[in-house]
């Protein structure tokens, strides 16, 4: 499973914030096995969706999302984690100890 975390500042963004930067956690069996930092360039941010399948990535945590797009991401097969639905996510918290 491959996980995005959007950030800026150390702190969970917007799907389309600029200067945004992007960690990409690889996980097997529980256990993170990889990870990428990655500066999106703005190509990557005019369309996204197609950038997070590229990357084959499952799921993705950021601060807030509009419907239409959360739905996108879904029918793409892209699980979507907001800043509401994190306060007792397990795998977040351990990824964030990661970050920080």
């Given at each position: 499973?491959?996980?995005?975390?959007?950030?800026?500042?150390?702190?969970?963004?917007?799907?389309?914030?600029?200067?945004?930067?992007?960690?990409?956690?690889?996980?097997e069996?529980?256990?993170?096995?990889?990870?990428?930092?990655?500066?999106l360039?703005?190509?990557?941010?005019?369309?996204?969706?197609?950038?997070?399948?590229?990357?084959?990535?499952?799921?993705?945590?950021?601060?807030?999302?509009?419907?239409?797009?959360?739905?996108?991401?879904?029918?793409?097969?892209?699980?979507?984690?907001?800043?509401?639905?994190?306060?007792?996510?397990?795998?977040?918290?351990?990824?964030?100890?990661?970050?920080?």
């Open positions: 499973m491959k996980i995005a975390i959007f950030i800026k500042k150390n702190e969970l963004t917007v799907l389309h914030e600029e200067k945004a930067h992007v960690v990409i956690f690889n996980i069996e529980d256990k993170v096995v990889g990870v990428e930092n990655i500066n360039e703005e190509q990557d941010k005019k369309s996204i969706e197609n950038w997070l399948k590229q990357q084959s990535i499952n799921r993705i945590y950021l601060s807030e999302i509009d419907n239409q797009t959360h739905q996108k991401l879904n029918s793409k097969g892209i699980k979507v984690k907001t800043l509401e639905s994190l306060e007792n996510d397990k795998l977040f918290k351990s990824l964030a100890l990661i970050i920080s």
